[in-house]
């Protein structure tokens, strides 16, 4: 079954300790990428990735890191949350031109920095 | 940059009716895709229906169809004979039609509940 899994799918953390989220997508996808979902804000991309070791910034990128060692995984880092990083995250990957610009998600991460 | 509105935070509808869900966007680009995820309380996000910016006919999947105006920069969603299933939060997003490896512009989400 094609899928992007995302763990963990729940986290309540403390602001300043460390905390990665994994991403992985079994479709062979080239582009990965990580959004955020705020209450009236919709989604937001934080980063993305075009292939392996290539990956920059997107619309709100501050206080977050990633990296792409392997086509299938995309871990997103926070090297030391703090409470506005409370948010709703998602994992998505696609495949260029073929159905442009239709994502496939991840089922969310839901992070909570206290 | 492109930029999505979507104007009503909420929308209700009774079930087997009818409700439009209303997007605007804005671009300077003429070759672009537009696209309505759902996503209920489970939260996962679900590609609803795509429209390709340089066809003319509106896009339709089953009971969902699309009114595009492209020179209003308008993408309504029509949901007919509404089911309790439809219940989610519907967001409008916008991809360009050059290399944005898969970059998609959201609207900030419309609340849609189904009365029964």
């Known amino acids: 079954e094609a899928q992007v899994t995302q763990n963990p799918r729940y986290l309540i953390t403390v602001t300043g300790k460390k905390l990665t989220v994994t991403c992985s997508q079994n479709m062979n996808h080239e582009y990965m990428s990580w959004y955020r979902q705020d209450p009236g804000l919709g989604l937001r991309q934080i980063y993305y990735?075009?292939?392996?070791?290539?990956?920059d910034k997107g619309d709100v990128p501050e206080g977050y890191k990633v990296s792409r060692k392997e086509k299938r995984n995309f871990p997103l880092i926070l090297e030391s949350p703090s409470p506005n990083q409370t948010s709703l995250y998602f994992c998505?990957?696609?495949?260029?031109?073929?159905?442009?610009?239709?994502?496939?998600f991840g089922e969310g991460s839901r992070l909570t920095v206290l | 940059a492109q930029t999505v509105t979507q104007s009503q935070p909420e929308m209700s509808v009774q079930e087997a009716e009818t409700v439009t869900l209303s997007c605007t966007y804005d671009t300077s680009e003429s070759d672009y895709y537009l696209f309505w995820y759902k996503q209920p309380p489970s939260r996962q996000m679900i590609l609803v229906i795509r429209q390709e910016a340089y066809k003319q006919q509106n896009a339709t999947e089953n009971r969902f169809s699309v009114n595009f105006q492209k020179a209003a920069k308008s993408f309504s969603l029509k949901i007919s004979d509404s089911q309790l299933g439809d219940a989610a939060m519907y967001f409008c997003a916008y991809h360009t039609g050059g290399t944005s490896y898969g970059k998609l512009t959201f609207g900030q989400g419309t609340i849609l509940t189904v009365h029964p």
């Open positions: 990735s075009m292939n392996v070791e290539v990956t």
């Open positions: 998505a990957s696609s495949s260029p031109g073929v159905n442009t610009g239709e994502l496939f």
